[in-house]
């Protein structure tokens, strides 16, 4: 069992940058692939950002390449998602998610996850 706890959400002018943490519980949080997944309001949720086990594969939905950029610290059970030149179009609720994934790959659908966060608000203003 892992239990995910989001922080770091807030309000900033666009063009501002935020980093979210997301703590996990557990001593298996080495071998979860970790991802960030985000919805706005009136829309669904969807996918942010992606890490592997290891940290070394990465990926980004297109909205967010070159702005966002996630990592994580194995030693401290923390991911990150580095937010820089935020946009209106950002604001949403930021949930960290954790995949039991069998090999050391990056996971990108939401049904592929088995651990998800209560969220954390982030919200641009124009």
């Known amino acids: 069992q892992v239990q995910l706890v989001e922080s770091g959400g807030g309000l900033v002018q666009a063009g501002g940058s935020l980093r979210l943490s997301c703590a996990a519980s557990g001593r298996t949080f080495s071998s979860h692939a970790m991802g960030w997944f985000r919805q706005a309001p009136g829309k669904e949720r969807e996918f942010v950002a992606t890490?592997?086990?290891?940290?070394?594969?990465?990926y980004y939905a297109d909205s967010v390449k070159g702005r966002f950029t996630i990592s994580r610290d194995n030693a401290k059970n923390t991911v990150y998602l580095q937010m820089n030149s935020l946009r209106p179009e950002d604001t949403a609720v930021y949930y960290c998610?954790?995949?039991?994934?069998?090999?050391?790959?990056?996971?990108?659908?939401?049904?592929?996850?088995?651990?998800w966060g209560q969220g954390t608000q982030v919200t641009v203003s124009s």
């Open positions: 998610a954790a995949s039991r994934g069998k090999t050391d790959l990056y996971y990108i659908r939401e049904y592929e996850y088995d651990y």
């Open positions: 890490i592997s086990w290891s940290g070394g594969s990465t």
